[in-house]
């Protein structure tokens, strides 16, 4: 016999998970809930939410990355691979901040 158990997650990881999901428009709602541990459907549920809410913004189209082109010197060039890593920086340290909740809220341990 299979039992249901319905969680109840914070507000503040619900938040995180939209804003993961929504950061990057090449990831899937199945990648994103299977790095965070929850189904599809429930992350699915809570971006709806939010956009209906008004707290999370549209998700950007997924497409290509801008190609640098024509004369632009060495520092321009080097300025926006430096703007791109930037962003990717936060990227990765929003998804670090959000698993490290989501290990921290399964473990069930406070004092992290």
């Given at each position: 016999m299979f039992l249901m158990v319905r969680k109840n997650y914070?507000?503040?990881?619900k938040?995180?998970?939209v804003a993961l999901f929504l950061s990057?428009?090449?990831?899937t709602y199945k990648q994103v809930a299977d790095?965070?541990?929850?189904?599809?459907a429930t992350l699915r549920l809570?971006?709806?939410?939010?956009?209906e809410k008004g707290t999370a913004s549209a998700r950007p189209k997924p497409?290509?990355?801008?190609?640098?082109?024509?004369?632009?010197?060495?520092?321009?060039?080097?300025?926006e691979e430096n703007q791109q890593l930037k962003?990717?920086?936060?990227?990765?340290?929003?998804?670090r901040d959000i698993l490290?909740?989501?290990?921290?809220?399964?473990?069930?341990?406070?004092n992290w």
């Open positions: 914070p507000e503040e990881f938040a995180d998970a990057d428009p090449a990831k790095d965070l541990g929850i189904h599809r809570w971006v709806i939410d939010a956009q497409g290509r990355k801008p190609v640098l082109r024509g004369n632009l010197s060495s520092d321009d060039v080097l300025e962003a990717r920086v936060r990227e990765l340290e929003l998804e490290r909740k989501a290990a921290k809220f399964f473990a069930g341990e406070t």
